[in-house]
Every structure is written in structure tokens, then in C-alpha cells.
């Protein structure tokens, strides 16, 4: 039985309701944190076992078992009377949807208040934005700030995660994964590890899709088996990821021929690279790389990002 959809009272999204007039995350978030059993960290509880309760990342490691498609050892994410799949084959073998939003055949994500269809992406990007308490854009919300009444975006959700010293590279980094030895691993070690031969053009990628028997797909070979658009200002056909603020969508040419504001200085210019901050013209990114800070975190000296123009003061973290 499917849950009511309604409007959350903790974030004011669209979501279907758990308990308490809340989506299933808010009413998370309202659960006192525990010391997990085996990682020791400050989580929500999971399960309650005779010897201590552990976090969910924990219980789904401890029953993980050997994926019956990939063969990959990872927490169950199917129903125990059907074969045992891990999450990214799971999600493969759901009966994919064409996105009423972005018109694509991608697995389901959400649905709409009519219960229309939507992706992933497209559920993330119909979020109502807010303010990020660490960077200060208008982004759609990620996860709840420290201290509850604010919001991170997704990029300082993944920046404000713990530093810890890599198992894999010896980095102290942010930890996105854990081997089977709970050592912790990175970014960088995390793609390394999950990278596939892609089933198109066979080189060594992260898969970004899945055919319907799992075999991986990168990006590039993925985006080619969707129809071909014009680009909206050239009107050239391909595959084209960039949009327009219209919607219409831009070849690699005409997006990087874009005049933007640059996030740092207001100046409108070519963009010289895109930073979490926004665009950045070359004169700023010259700046940047000739005056490194410190980080507070980890100690490395990344490119000083500080905007010229006045803005809320901010911790110094790469």
C-alpha cells in the first residue's frame, strides 16, 4: 500500500508521508542519534540488536551478501523471496519510466502531485531552493544543516562530511564508502574501485546508465541511445547535456561561448572554470591559484575561493 502523498511540515516538499505530517527524512532527522556498535559514530539508530544498536550503513553491511547479477558483495535492496540484487542493479531492473518532466526512459524517482512520473534528477530539481547555510546559493535543499533549522545543497552536504585518513590512498578526506574492513575510503579511491568496462565502447568508466540485462553504460554511450535535439541558439542536432535559462538545450560550443556574471568579481565574461561558488572568469581563477589557503580540515593549500565582493565570512575549507 502506497503512502499519502502531501506536503511535508519540516521541509514544505512533495513527498509521501511517514509519520507525524512528515516525509520518511524529516521524521529521520527527528530520531536522537546513537553510538554505533561497529563504527562508533554519532548516527540515527537502524536496528537494535542484544549487543548495542548500529546505523543503517552499518546493518546493511553486516547482511550484505553476493549480488545474483553483478556479483558485487553489498547490502541487499530487494525483497528476501526474490533473488539477492545490490542497489545499482536493483535500480536497473525496475521497469523504467519515460520522465514526464525531461521526456526521458530513466528508473522511476518520484511522482508528481497528478501522478505523473518523474526521474531521479528531475525529482531532485522540482525541490523548492533554499538558501545553503554553508555557501549561501539558492539551491534545492540536500540534508539539514548542524543544529536542525537550516539546509545544506548537495555539494557542502558532501564537503561538510568528517575527514578521515583514507585506506585506500592515505588521504584525510571526506569518507564516502567503507571496505568490508570498515577502513575508510574517499572520492577518488571510490571511483577507482567502482569503475566498469562500459558494454559500448568498452573503456574503464563509472557506469552513468545500465541496459536492462545490467550491463553498464558511461555517460557518453548513454546519453547516445536517446533521441538527437537541436540545440536551441545554433540549432544544431546531437546529444546535448546543457540547457539554457529558457530550457532549450546548447552543444558544447555555444555553452561555452556564454557570457555569465562571475561569482567572485560580478564581471561579465567568458567563464573560465565553473566552481561550487558559481562561474569564475580567468582574472579571479589567476587570483585563486596564485594565493593558496590553508584548509581547516585536512591542512592542503587548494586555490583561495573568497569572493572580491562582500559576502558572509565563511570557514576556509577546500
Not at 12 to 18: I, M, S, T, V, W
Not at 168 to 196: F, I, L, M, Q, Y
Amino acid at each position: 500500500m502506497s503512502r499519502q502523498l502531501g506536503i511535508c511540515g519540516s521541509c514544505h516538499q512533495e513527498r509521501p508521508l511517514a509519520a507525524a505530517g512528515m516525509c520518511s527524512r524529516c521524521y529521520e532527522l527527528t530520531r536522537p542519534k546513537i553510538t554505533c556498535l561497529d563504527c562508533g559514530q554519532e548516527r540515527r539508530p537502524s536496528k537494535h540488536l542484544p549487543e548495542g544498536v548500529v546505523c543503517a550503513r552499518c546493518w546493511g553491511r553486516r547482511n550484505a551478501v553476493a549480488c545474483g547479477r553483478c556479483g558485487n558483495v553489498k547490502p541487499r535492496a530487494n525483497a528476501l523471496s526474490a533473488d539477492p540484487l545490490c542497489p545499482a542493479c536493483w535500480t536497473a531492473a525496475r521497469p523504467h519510466i519515460t520522465c514526464s518532466s525531461c521526456g526521458r526512459t530513466r528508473p522511476p524517482g518520484g511522482v508528481t502531485s497528478e501522478g505523473e512520473p518523474l526521474c531521479k534528477r528531475c525529482t531532485v530539481r522540482r525541490r523548492a531552493p533554499v538558501t545553503c547555510a554553508r555557501c549561501q546559493q539558492l539551491r534545492p535543499p540536500h540534508q539539514r544543516a548542524p543544529g536542525g533549522d537550516r539546509y545544506l545543497c548537495g555539494t557542502c552536504a558532501a564537503n561538510n562530511r568528517a575527514g578521515e585518513v583514507c585506506g585506500g590512498c592515505g588521504r584525510t578526506a571526506p569518507v564516502v564508502e567503507r571496505a568490508n574492513d570498515g577502513s575508510a575510503r574517499c572520492a577518488r579511491c571510490w571511483a577507482k574501485a567502482h569503475r566498469k568496462a562500459c558494454a559500448g565502447c568498452g573503456r574503464l568508466r563509472l557506469p552513468g546508465y545500465r541496459l536492462p540485462d545490467g550491463s553498464p553504460l558511461c555517460r557518453a554511450c548513454g546519453r547516445r541511445r536517446g533521441t538527437q535535439e537541436p540545440c536551441g541558439t545554433c540549432g544544431r542536432a546531437g546529444w546535448w547535456d546543457t540547457k539554457s535559462g529558457d530550457g532549450s538545450r546548447l552543444c558544447l560550443a555555444c555553452w561555452r561561448s556564454q557570457r555569465r556574471p562571475c561569482s567572485l568579481c560580478g564581471t561579465v565574461t567568458l567563464v573560465a572554470l565553473r566552481w561550487p561558488e558559481g562561474p569564475v572568469c580567468a582574472d579571479c581563477v589567476d587570483a585563486a591559484l596564485a594565493a593558496p589557503q590553508t584548509c581547516l580540515r585536512c591542512g592542503n593549500k587548494p586555490p583561495q575561493r573568497r569572493r572580491r565582493r562582500p559576502r558572509p565570512v565563511l570557514p576556509s575549507l577546500c
